[in-house]
């Protein structure tokens, strides 16, 4: 018999976009906040590989296409990960500032999905439950 394989997901970022100074810049911040960061060139990698690597947070630098928009932020939040798009030009300051907040968030994220159930579904109490004539007498 086959064992159920429980996968642990780590806290990490994914950063698409070209290579070059900025993006060592976001990588080295993420990897600061003992993020894993997962780098990839182009939307259509980022997209296969979003299941696999289940990011808290997807940061894409520069501009994509409307359909490469739009496939992304389907798979992102199909994963329960927080889309950022960054201009690569924002001076040093305010680059500094979007990839702490970027961090902060992918361990957030990572805490809350460690707080839920197996189904990922937060672990809330439901409402107590209303009698029928409750529910339709409001109206």
């Known amino acids: 018999m086959d064992s159920t394989i429980i996968r642990t997901v780590t806290m990490t970022a994914m950063l698409l976009g070209p290579n070059g ?24 990698a980022a997209c296969e590989r979003l299941a696999v690597a289940m ?13 490469e928009r739009d ?12 889309l950022m798009y960054v201009d690569p030009e924002l001076d040093a300051e305010t680059l500094e500032e979007l ?10 994220r990572k805490i809350l999905r460690d707080a839920s159930d197996p189904s990922g579904a937060p672990t809330v109490k439901p409402p107590e439950s209303l009698e029928d004539d409750e529910v339709d007498s409001k109206w």
Request: glycine letters at 6%; zero cysteines.
């Open 99 to 108: 990839v702490t907040r970027a961090a902060q968030a992918a361990i957030e």
């Open 55 to 67: 990011p808290q947070v997807v940061v894409v630098l520069g501009t994509l296409r409307p359909d």
């Open 21 to 44: 100074e900025v993006a060592d810049r976001v990588a080295s911040r993420f990897a600061e906040a003992h993020l894993n960061v997962v780098r990839v060139g182009h939307a259509a």
């Open 71 to 82: 496939a992304l932020a389907d798979r992102a939040t199909a994963v329960g990960a927080l």
